[in-house]
T-cell receptor, first 111, second 111 residues
Framework: GENVEQHPSTLSVQEGDSAVIKCTYS??????FPWYKQELGKRPQLIID?????GEKKDQRIAVTLNKTAKHFSLHITETQPEDSAVYFC??????????FGTGTRLLVSP | DARVTQTPRHKVTEMGQEVTMRCQPI?????VFWYRQTMMQGLELLAY????????DSGMPKDRFSAEMPDATLATLKIQPSEPRDSAVYFC?????????FGPGTRLTVT
């Protein structure tokens, strides 16, 4: 089955810096790659997603890139703000709607 | 703003007791997932349903866990008997197309 690895497990940056989180997946049939943000004590919320027919997608300060050949995808957050502090999960889907999640990255943005 | 709801939000119970968690998916969503989240294991898929039929429950300990979807507005996850290692946050999520919408979770503590 699908396996998703996520790095780093923790990431500390200064406000205004960029943050990059990377994930690799194992199943070349995976075709959907969402990113979720989870604040402490709250539910995971989708922040951006990408499908396998697209190489990059942007939404304001957030972007996701996908390299199908290498089977990895990354989340890029620019101009980080303290409210970006949270745990971020990547996921991959190789069966319609079923997600396999990475282990999460705890992002801390210091003022 | 339609949301997935879960009850109860918190449950403390003694080992050996039965626990039932409920989830109301967003109206019109025909796929429901159950996840368990712990610090050690991250987000684990327990089971999921499409059009109320179970599609995959391979992530669930069969001897004590059961999941059902008696109608389109209710999914249940039951643990009997509960054990301390079941302590976790249990999320359900319902799906529209690709995006999974998570409920607020049930925080279960088994003493």
């Amino acid at each position: 089955g699908e396996n998703v690895e996520q790095h780093p497990s923790t990431l500390s940056v200064q406000e205004g810096d960029s943050a990059v989180i990377k994930c690799t997946y194992s199943d070349s049939a995976s075709n959907y790659f969402p990113w979720y943000k989870q604040e402490l004590g709250k539910r995971p919320q989708l922040i951006i997603d990408i499908r396998s027919n697209v190489g990059e997608k942007k939404d304001q300060r957030i972007a996701v890139t996908l390299n199908k050949t290498a089977k990895h995808f990354s989340l890029h957050i620019t101009e980080t703000q303290p409210e970006d502090s949270a745990v971020y999960f990547c996921a991959a889907s190789n069966v319609f709607q079923k997600l396999v999640f990475g282990t999460g990255t705890r992002l801390l943005v210091s003022p | 703003d339609a949301r997935v709801t879960q009850t109860p939000r918190h449950k403390v119970t003694e080992m050996g007791q039965e626990v039932t968690m409920r989830c109301q998916p967003i109206l019109g969503h025909n796929t429901v997932f159950w996840y368990r989240q712990t610090m050690m294991q991250g987000l684990e898929l327990l089971a999921y349903f499409r059009n109320r039929a179970p599609l995959d429950d391979s992530g669930m300990p069969k001897d004590r866990f059961s999941a059902e979807m008696p109608d389109a507005t209710l999914a249940t996850l039951k643990i009997q008997p509960s054990e301390p290692r079941d302590s976790a946050v249990y999320f359900c999520a319902s799906v529209s197309s690709y995006e999974q919408y998570f409920g607020p979770g049930t925080r279960l503590t088994v003493t």
